[in-house]
């Protein structure tokens, strides 16, 4: 039975109680997810904390160290480590490819846990003699977001063993993780664009990605074919009646 909190929500949850800790510090999270034309696909999310984060949350040692990452990469998740920029600030990018549409929906439970922020991956395909559509439709819901914090046993005991509450912890990051999390999602399906959309505190929605193609080709050799048809058709029509004539005739 597959564990109820996963790798990445650790990762999530430590980088979310850095955020309220830090008195004022923000992470701001992209989602990307993007469609192929045989229903796999791939997710990538960055995480970007801002500089006075990053210097704060490094005043022990390197933030390889506060957010350690090798269970991210030994669950599958392809982790690029961190990268600073010029002003300070800090981001680290996780990405890993699903297959269909059950293996988008535990990509998504990994980000947000199984009744979190993205939710209801849903994707649609259609294959027709005439054409092809894609459609991919994913929920984003901020309005009951939670760090969960008491229900991941590894954070928790961490937190314990730096002398912290975890339980008023855990209070504390419900009520003000709204306004520290910005979160952007990005959704794609083959053939098409990027459609985004930004989420804080309390925003929802969902978003849809669609593209849809027309095999031209086929439709015209359909035509060019059923006018040869009706052609010939025409052509043995004037053929029998020229020979019904001859027989009367002769």
């Not at 933030?63 to 392809?78: E, F």
């Not at 984003?140 to 954070?155: F, H, Q, T």
């Not at 050799?221 to 043995?236: N, T």
């Amino acid at each position: 039975m597959r564990a109820s909190v996963t790798p990445v929500r650790r990762v999530c949850g430590l980088l979310l109680v850095a955020v309220v800790l830090l008195a004022g510090c923000k992470v701001d999270a992209r989602v990307d997810v993007t469609l192929n034309a045989d229903g796999s696909g791939i997710v990538l999310a960055k995480i970007t904390l801002d500089s006075e984060a990053v210097q704060r949350l490094t005043t022990g040692g390197p933030l390889a160290t506060a957010v350690p990452l090798d269970d991210l990469r030994n669950a599958g998740w392809h982790v690029s480590g961190w990268k600073t920029t010029k002003s300070g600030a800090a981001s680290l990018t996780l990405s890993r490819s699903f297959v269909n549409q059950d293996g988008l929906a535990r990509r998504l439970e990994d980000l947000s846990g199984p009744h979190g922020a993205l939710r209801d991956a849903r994707i649609t395909r259609t294959r027709g003699w005439f054409g092809a559509s894609d459609k991919l439709a994913i929920t984003v819901d901020l309005r009951d977001v939670s760090a969960g914090v008491k229900s991941d046993s590894e954070l928790a005991k961490r937190l314990e063993a730096a002398g912290l509450d975890v339980k008023a912890l855990d209070a504390k990051l419900d009520s003000e993780l709204s306004g520290a999390l910005r979160l952007n999602v990005r959704v794609r399906a083959p053939g098409g664009g990027w459609l985004a959309t930004g989420f804080r505190g309390g925003g929802h929605g969902t978003l849809f990605a669609s593209h849809s193609e027309t095999y031209v080709r086929r439709i015209v050799l359909l035509v060019v074919g059923a006018l040869l048809l009706a052609l010939a058709l025409v052509v043995m029509g004037l053929s029998l009646r020229s020979r019904s004539r001859r027989s009367r005739t002769s």
